[in-house]
Each structure stands twice: as C-alpha cells, then as structure tokens.
T-cell receptor, first 112, second 112 residues
Framework: KQEVTQIPAALSVPEGENLVLNCSFT??????LQWFRQDPGKGLTSLLL?????REQTSGRLNASLDKSSGRSTLYIAASQPGDSATYLC???????????FGTGTRLKVLA | NAGVTQTPKFRVLKTGQSMTLLCAQD?????MYWYRQDPGMGLRLIHY???????AKGEVPDGYNVSRLKKQNFLLGLESAAPSQTSVYFC???????????FGPGTRLTVL
C-alpha cells in the first residue's frame, strides 16, 4: 500500500532564503507525482507535475525533482517571498491504479 | 472556462439528513475524484470515476455514494449524515492524456 510522507510538517524561513520541501513514498512503482499549493480556506493549486519517466520539472522559482529508486521527491523554492507562505502538498499515483495518495503537507511561512 | 466548480460552498446538516454535492468540470476530462480533507489527515480519496457511467471506491467510501451520469458531472451523496462526515470536500478532474489534477474550491460541510 502506497504511503506518502512530508517532513517537516511546518517550516519558517526568512525572506530571500532558498528552501527544500520533501516528499517520500513507499512504493517506487509510481505513474506520476504532483506538487500543490493550498492557501488557508482555499482549494489546491497545481504547481508541478512529474511523470514517471522524468527526473525534474521547473516553473519559475520552483523546481521539483523525482528519484524513484529512493522513493523521494523534493520541491525547491528559490529566493522565497512572503507570498510563498502556504501549505505545500504532494500527491502520488501508483502505476496500475487511478488513485492518488496525498501527503499531509508542509506548512511554510516566509517571514518578511 | 470555469474549470472545476462545486455546489454548494457551505452546508450545515443535522444527523440523519441527506444531501448531494455537485461537481462540474468544463474541460472534457475523463477522470473525476472526490476527496475529503480533515485537520492533520491530509486529503483522502472517497470515490472516483474514470469515465461516464463508471465509479470506484477510494480509501474512505463508507457512508457515501456517487454517480457519473454525464461526463462533466460527478455527484457525491450522503444518505444519512453523521458528525464524522464533518469535513471539507474537494472534487478534482484529470485529463487521461496529461494527468494533471485540477481541483474545485471545496465544500465545507458541518453535521450537527
């Protein structure tokens, strides 16, 4: 059974710092992995989608990497800003299924 | 292009009452999903559908029923609401060719 873990649960950093968020999964036979952002009381906004055959994806200041063999994905945020403050979630779809398993998220606070 | 919409946005029910949550998408996506989000537990999959007329159980299907009579709509029903079903419910849709999940804004349900 696929299990997805995100550590740490919460993180505070000063503005301008580069940071890395972690997502670990137990079954390396994944179909894809997606990173989301969720603001308080809002829905989920897709940030990056990594297919199984890809090693990384980039969008602006965000870079997501995927290492299936070690069961890990990282989301790198460059030059963090207060507007980046939100909860970041990863979701994994295991090969051969249509189901997505979510981590419990990392709550990020960027201090001005 | 409205994306994924959910109706209603808020609802308060008494124990034993029934209701239906509506999810609609205008992106011609094949797959649709219902999740619930509870504090500290992340998003958990309730039911999903990979095409019109088809549905399948997710991680936490008990107490819920679903129907997908039209490709663009996915309905989630609670036949006899219980306080344990107090949660925020999210709907998502995915294109079978690209697999990026798009989420609706959520429905906040309270069962007294």
């Amino acid at each position: 059974k696929q299990e997805v873990t995100q550590i740490p649960a919460a993180l505070s950093v000063p503005e301008g710092e580069n940071l890395v968020l972690n997502c670990s999964f137990t079954d390396s036979a994944i179909y894809n992995l997606q990173w989301f952002r969720q603001d308080p009381g809002k829905g989920l906004t897709s940030l990056l989608l990594i297919q199984s055959s890809q090693r990384e994806q980039t969008s602006g200041r965000l870079n997501a990497s995927l290492d299936k063999s070690s069961g890990r994905s990282t989301l790198y945020i460059a030059a963090s800003q207060p507007g980046d403050s939100a909860t970041y979630l990863c979701a994994v779809r295991t090969s051969g299924t249509y189901k997505y398993i979510f981590g419990t998220g990392t709550r990020l606070k960027v201090l001005a | 292009n409205a994306g994924v919409t959910q109706t209603p946005k808020f609802r308060v029910l008494k124990t034993g009452q029934s209701m239906t949550l509506l999810c609609a998408q205008d992106m011609n996506h094949e797959y649709m999903y219902w999740y619930r989000q509870d504090p500290g537990m992340g998003l958990r999959l309730i039911h999903y559908s990979v095409g019109e007329g088809t549905t399948a159980k997710g991680e936490v299907p008990d107490g819920y029923n679903v129907s997908r009579l039209k490709k663009q709509n996915f309905l989630l029903g609670l036949e006899s609401a219980a306080p344990s079903q107090t949660s925020v419910y999210f709907c998502a849709s995915i294109s079978a060719s690209y697999n990026e999940q798009f989420f609706g804004p959520g429905t906040r349900l309270t069962v007294l």
